[in-house]
């Protein structure tokens, strides 16, 4: 019988993550629809072309996950997060997405995107040793609309 190890790499290579996500999608392949991961990113940019806010996320399996959204602290409240949201969805919803998934910490709660969400709260959890909860939300599209272009 072969003699297995396991090893803490501290940082992993990321030819060794490659590998892993390879062959975990390669068997979840054989048991599910296939794979149709794609990436997804809007970008608020100045007239100078710098990024000034965005969002980024993925498809996949018939969900939006949106990973990271910011704006400048000078943009916020003026629609600019809202309207990142509804392109995105937009985008997910040509792709054949009917869900919406974002995390995110209970500050960012008070932000308009979330108030304007048709949401569920899929959970909490206390993050971090100051009392920050993680949200984890769904959206459907069951109402959607096209964002403003």
């Given at each position: ?7 803490m ?34 970008f ?8 000034v806010?965005g969002?980024?996320g ?17 943009l ?9 949201v ?8 040509k792709r054949g997405?009917?869900?919406a ?16 969400w048709?949401?569920?709260?899929l959970g909490?959890?206390?993050?971090f ?6 949200t ?8 959607f609309m096209a964002p403003?272009?």
């Open positions: 019988m072969a003699d297995y190890k396991i090893s790499d501290d940082p992993p290579s990321e030819a060794d993550i490659r590998l892993l996500i390879r062959s975990l999608v390669s068997y979840n392949d054989t048991q599910v629809e296939r794979e149709n991961w794609q990436r997804l990113a809007a608020i940019r100045n007239d100078q072309g710098e990024i806010g969002l980024i993925y498809t996949h399996w018939g969900w939006l996950f949106i990973s990271q959204l910011w704006v400048a602290e000078l916020r409240g003026q629609g600019y997060g809202t309207e990142l509804a392109r995105a969805e937009h985008e997910a919803v997405c009917q869900h998934y974002v995390d995110t910490y209970d500050f960012h709660r008070r932000s308009a995107f979330i108030k304007s048709v949401i569920k709260c909490l959890w206390r993050a040793r100051r009392a920050i909860r993680d984890f939300y769904k959206s459907a599209y069951a109402n403003n272009e």
